[in-house]
């Protein structure tokens, strides 16, 4: 059974940091697209940034337009874990954060410089809050 769970969110100031975890279960993230997702109050769920697959040349990574030089994401294989590294923080970044994976083990996914897409993606764990308030 596939599952993935989220932590790390929590309240930081404008311009701080917070790091999110997707701890992944019940398959092996390095064959698996990973996506960060976020939705904010009253809006849509939104691709925040994601993580190939790993093949010989490594892993792609892409970004929304709106956090590109603050996000990173990355992937820690001896833990099964993919990271979210977020620094200058928003207030606008404020949302309930979302990890999920792709809906198969293939390349094909995150390769191509834009966000991830909510359809590419099958299994979504149970989200993380994150506040951004002084």
């Known amino acids: 059974q596939l599952q993935l769970v989220e932590s790390g969110g929590g309240l930081v100031q404008p311009g701080g940091s917070l790091r999110l975890s997707c701890a992944v279960s019940g398959f092996t993230s390095d064959y698996y697209a990973i996506g960060w997702f976020r939705q904010a109050p009253g809006k849509e769920r939104e691709g925040v940034s994601c993580?190939?697959?790993?093949?010989?040349?490594?892993?792609?990574?892409n970004y929304a337009d709106s956090v590109k030089g603050r996000f990173t994401i990355s992937r820690d294989s001896t833990k099964n874990t993919v990271y979210l590294q977020m620094q200058s923080l928003k207030p606008e970044d404020k949302a309930v954060y979302y990890c999920?994976?792709?809906?198969?083990?293939?390349?094909?996914?995150?390769?191509?410089?834009?966000?991830?897409?909510?359809?590419?993606?099958?299994?979504w764990g149970q989200g993380t809050q994150v506040t951004v308030s002084s």
């Open positions: 993580i190939s697959s790993i093949s010989s040349s490594g892993s792609s990574t």
């Open positions: 999920a994976a792709a809906h198969s083990a293939s390349h094909w996914y995150c390769i191509h410089p834009q966000p991830p897409q909510l359809y590419e993606y099958a299994d």
